[in-house]
């Protein structure tokens, strides 16, 4: 045996009898290190005549191989038997303290938009979705509103571009086209969503929430609507009975238009909603012009129906006391914490939302 080859089974001894990653580490860079085995025999090859560079340096090549095969098989073998140690000696402390962690609160928007939702889904309508970002026409035009309306100023209106063509939604009311586009009569929808107006004091915030109603069918009348408000208005608030009233108003999508009030008195500071001598107005409604349902492919000599828009956040204040609409918006945990609703699922140990 050469002194090369005793060299090279002394390393492989080495290998095989490693007791751990570190101690092959070590060896590792015996070998394959810049001054380790292998490049110190390479280094010795200059001196050699060319055919005996050519025969020594394949006989290290090959030394090389084995070495870094038998290596690998090592540090593997070695890995998988530290891993399984480890697990043995971790095991769970049953006696320490839970983590303590929170969860999140459901905003009251999100809440009262699933009330609505539910409410609605036990008479039959179904959940649709339309864009935030608009265009013009099914904002505005195809819903029959004049080139001189003033919803289409810049003061209340976001527009995206500045021809004027693309906008933020300032209601939810586009979605009513967009369904019967892409579908057939009878249409029965609701349509939640955030719509946008330049506005802001205590009851208005430059995005709001609204939810839109749209019943299309062929004998839809002002009774269907006037029965759908009453029970969604008794639902909603947990009352048996409401006052509520339609005045005559005026959108450029429905006619007749109406806005819906209901009747409310304030108790020791609170309000009581459903009886009383004031007023407050909570929606409009009306029945679809026809311009809207030609706009939207929808015969008006065969079909008709009632459409309305809900202020989801004028809602929650309502129901759920609060005052100031802005706070909704301003991501304050503490705020969420008081007026937000805990998930169906809490955990056993949640300690609320704020630490
Ligand atoms: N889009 C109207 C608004 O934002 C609300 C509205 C009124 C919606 C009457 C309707 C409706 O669907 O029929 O002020």
Redesign the pocket.
């Known amino acids: 045996m050469s002194d090369f080859e005793k060299l090279i089974n002394r390393f492989k001894d080495k290998i095989n009898n490693a007791h751990n990653s570190l101690e092959l580490d070590k060896i590792r860079s015996e070998i394959f290190g810049k001054s380790g085995l292998i490049n110190t025999e390479f280094k010795k090859l200059g001196s050699l005549s060319p055919d005996d560079k050519k025969k020594i340096a394949s006989e290290i090549n090959n030394a090389k191989q084995e070495l870094t095969k038998l290596f690998n098989q090592k540090s593997t073998g070695l890995q998988d038997t530290e891993i399984d140690e480890q697990l043995k000696k971790e095991k769970d402390d049953v006696t320490l303290p839970e983590k303590d962690f929170s969860i999140g609160k459901i905003h009251p928007v999100s809440q009262v938009i699933d009330e609505i939702s539910s409410i609605f889904s036990e008479i039959g309508f179904s959940v649709e979705e339309g864009p935030d970002v608009e265009s013009e026409y099914y904002n505005f035009t195809a819903l029959n509103t004049p080139e001189n309306h003033p919803a289409k100023d810049m003061h209340d209106t976001f527009y995206i571009e500045e021809n004027m063509k693309t906008l933020l939604r300032?209601?939810?009311?586009p979605v009513?086209v967009r369904t019967m586009l892409k579908g057939k009569p009878p249409f029965k929808i609701i349509a939640p969503g955030r719509t946008y107006r330049s506005d802001s004091d205590q009851t208005h915030t430059p995005m709001f929430h609204?939810l839109?109603?749209l019943h299309i069918d062929k004998n839809i009348t002002m009774g269907h609507l006037k029965g759908c408000l009453n029970y969604f208005i008794k639902e909603f608030f947990e009352i048996n009975k409401i006052k509520m009233r339609f005045r005559p108003s005026h959108?450029p999508?429905?006619e007749p238009?109406a806005e819906v009030d209901i009747g409310y008195r304030i108790e020791n500071n609170k309000i009581i909603i459903g009886e009383g001598d004031k007023w407050l107005e909570i929606l409009?409604?009306?029945m679809v012009h026809p311009n809207v349902l030609k706009n939207s492919k929808v015969d008006p000599n065969k079909y008709q129906g009632f459409?309305?828009?809900i202020g989801i956040d004028r809602l929650a204040m309502l129901k759920y006391g609060i005052n100031d609409l802005r706070s909704f918006f301003e991501c304050d945990y503490r705020w969420l914490n008081y007026y937000g609703f805990d998930p169906l699922d809490v955990p056993t140990n949640y300690r609320g939302l704020s630490k």
């Open positions: 300032t209601h939810t009311s009513q609204q839109e109603g959108f999508f429905t238009s409009g409604c009306g459409a309305f828009g």
